[in-house]
């Protein structure tokens, strides 16, 4: 089984950036989509981004669409996720998940391995 670690989150002010990397182990990364959700206090877990297993499809929340970037290097088994001009509304939990389906999945159930998330946290 897979298994992803995120890191990189931290407390930033509010149009700063920050990347996110999730590195996976345990089996052929490449054979896995990866997303990035996010959960806030009293919020729902929400798609933020996600990208294919080649990395050539990638969807994003509209929410982060034109801010946030993801992208992946399978041959350091590494997804990314650059955020730009972070904004208070951003702050959560961040947590890769990975999915052996061959679609970018936006939905939480479609994802069968997950991280214990990164907190990022934006000030104002």
């Known amino acids: 089984q897979v298994q992803p670690v995120e890191s990189g989150g931290g407390l930033v002010q509010a149009g700063d950036s920050l990347r996110l990397s999730c590195v996976a182990s345990?089996?052929?990364?490449?054979?896995?989509?990866v997303g990035w959700f996010r959960q806030a206090p009293g919020k729902e877990r929400e798609f933020v981004a996600g990208?294919?297993?080649?990395?050539?499809?990638?969807n994003s929340a509209d929410s982060v669409k034109g801010r946030f970037t993801i992208s992946r290097d399978n041959a350091k088994n590494t997804v990314y996720l650059q955020m730009n001009t972070l904004k208070p509304e951003d702050t959560a939990v961040y947590y890769c998940?990975?999915?052996?389906?061959?679609?970018?999945?936006?939905?939480?159930?479609?994802?069968?391995?997950w991280g214990r998330g990164t907190q990022v946290t934006v000030s104002s």
């Open positions: 990208i294919s297993r080649s990395g050539g499809s990638t």
């Open positions: 345990g089996d052929t990364f490449s054979r896995y989509a």
């Open positions: 998940a990975m999915t052996i389906f061959g679609y970018v999945a936006t939905t939480a159930p479609a994802y069968g391995y």
